[in-house]
């Protein structure tokens, strides 16, 4: 189930990122970890789910650099439950859109079980 962390709820400073819990899971959301603040914006509107990723070092310079796998499913797991199925899409070609070279993004459609292929077609457990 998706859940905002309300405890990392970006509300004060700049009017564009600040948001409440009345916006529910939409917001910007910074979480402190491992000596980086990781930038995450969440919405969950056009029935969807999403969270985009970005990192900033402790002065708030962008790191650059996309975020690990490791940092991905910390954050999975800070907005979605254990067995929740989320993606990072490659869309078509024309369908691309690059806002920030360093953001990663994360998605779930809503009422919609994601089909995952067998784990042994990766590897064994």
């Given amino acids: 189930m998706f859940k905002a962390p309300e405890q990392f709820r970006v509300t004060k400073g700049d009017p564009r990122t600040i948001s ?41 310079v962008t790191i650059k650099r996309t975020p690990t796998w490791e940092e991905m499913c910390m954050i999975k797991d ?20 690059n ?9 779930k459609k809503i009422n919609y079980d994601i089909p995952t292929p067998p784990s042994i077609m990766v590897g064994l457990k």
């Fill in 20 to 60: 409440t819990i009345e916006d529910g899971n939409n917001g910007v959301f910074i979480i402190k970890a491992q000596g980086l603040h990781y930038v995450c914006i969440a919405s969950d509107g056009y029935e969807w789910e999403h969270v985009s990723v970005s990192i900033l070092k402790k002065n708030m």
């Fill in 99 to 107: 806002m920030h070279p360093y953001v990663l993004h994360l998605w």
């Fill in 78 to 97: 800070i907005f979605w439950d254990d067995e929740d199925v989320v993606i990072q899409y490659h869309p078509a070609k024309k369908d691309y859109v």
